[in-house]
């Protein structure tokens, strides 16, 4: 690995990295909608947020793991698994609260926890290799 990868793979980015991407994807969720809606066969909200939330808890987890810290790795999974949760939990409210084109959904919050699921499993998977 290189010198220049290393440091962007240390802690100090890594979190501003993880903070920036928390930041940005709840902007996006509560901004108002432009245009209309893409109607198809394919539930593609769905697959947002299964990628939304899938990148969320994969890039949390590699900041953790960049502390050195991969001790007790199983209850810090379950720990952001739970934050991930909460997170889409709240982001719903919010939309159902604070915009008037958006409605909360519970489908979209099982469409969050299926891409927290998604986000461990690639996790695990790349931490492997």
């Known amino acids: 690995m290189t010198k220049g990868t290393k440091k962007l793979l240390g802690p100090k980015p890594l979190l501003l990295i ?3 991407y928390s930041i940005l994807i709840t902007i996006a969720f509560l901004y108002p909608r432009l245009g209309t809606t893409i109607s198809s066969n394919l539930p593609w909200d769905k697959v947002v947020h299964v990628t939304l939330h899938a990148m969320l808890i ?3 987890l590699h900041y953790y793991c960049s502390l050195k810290n991969t001790h007790k790795i199983l209850f810090v999974i379950a720990m952001f698994l739970g934050l991930c949760v909460f997170y889409g939990i709240i982001i719903e409210i919010l ?3 604070l915009t008037k084109d958006r409605q909360a959904d519970i489908n ?3 469409a ?3 891409g927290s699921f998604l986000g461990i499993i690639t996790f695990i998977k790349t931490k492997k290799e």
């Open 18 to 20: 993880a903070l920036g």
């Open 58 to 60: 994969f890039v949390w």
């Open 95 to 97: 939309q159902g609260v």
């Open 108 to 110: 979209d919050v099982i």
């Open 112 to 114: 969050n926890i299926a």
